[in-house]
């Protein structure tokens, strides 16, 4: 029986890996600043866990003590610079602080509102899709996002018809005339 044959020519296959000396392994260590915006102040010291869903998605989750907040990346302009103070130093005019590292990652969080909704998906099946509804801020009401373990029950909306303002519609003689000078002309 002949050897099989390599579907990209000039490449050969690996049965083992060498020692793992010979491979460098080590931690790469990245910083992303958590921006929660306009939350209770009160809200972050009281909260003893947190949970944060999806960091690598384009919208993580952040969760403190039952209030849920969407987040979005913001790509900076600059770099940021992280600072540790001491916690020991009492005297406030003495208090120093120590540089640890920098950023150009920040996530800005708004709260949402999570209300569950009872539907059926395509396949008759039960599920529980969410939606997201964020908190109006200055009373404007923001649209609401639709979250589902099943993306076959989330069904998309029509688009919406474009603002005419000012200009002339096209009526569906006038496209017919159009398209009648179209094949006149090809000829």
């Known amino acids: 029986m002949s050897a099989p044959t390599s579907l990209c020519p000039g490449y050969k296959q690996v049965e083992s890996f060498g020692p793992d000396d ?20 009160t809200l972050v010291p009281s909260s ?44 406030r005019n003495k208090r120093s602080v120590t540089h640890i590292a920098n950023t150009e990652q920040r996530i800005s969080f708004k709260e949402v509102r999570l ?38 029950s989330v069904k998309s909306r029509k688009p919406r018809k474009r603002d005419t303002k000012g200009k002339a519609k096209a009526t569906e003689d006038q496209i017919r005339e159009d398209d009648a000078q179209m094949d006149v002309s090809a000829d």
């Open 22 to 41: 010979e491979y460098e392994s080590g931690e790469e260590i990245s910083y992303v600043t958590l921006d929660l915006g306009n939350i209770e102040p």
């Open 48 to 91: 003893s866990t947190y949970r944060l869903i999806g960091l690598d998605t384009p919208t993580p989750f952040l969760q403190l003590s039952g209030t849920v907040l969407k987040g979005r990346h913001d790509a900076l302009l600059g770099t940021e610079l992280l600072f540790t103070d001491e916690k020991d130093v009492t005297d």
């Open 115 to 152: 209300q569950p909704i009872n539907a059926v998906g395509e396949s008759g099946s039960q599920t529980d899709p969410v939606v997201i509804r964020e908190l109006a801020i200055g009373g404007s009401q923001a649209r609401p996002s639709r979250v589902s373990k099943k993306d076959a």
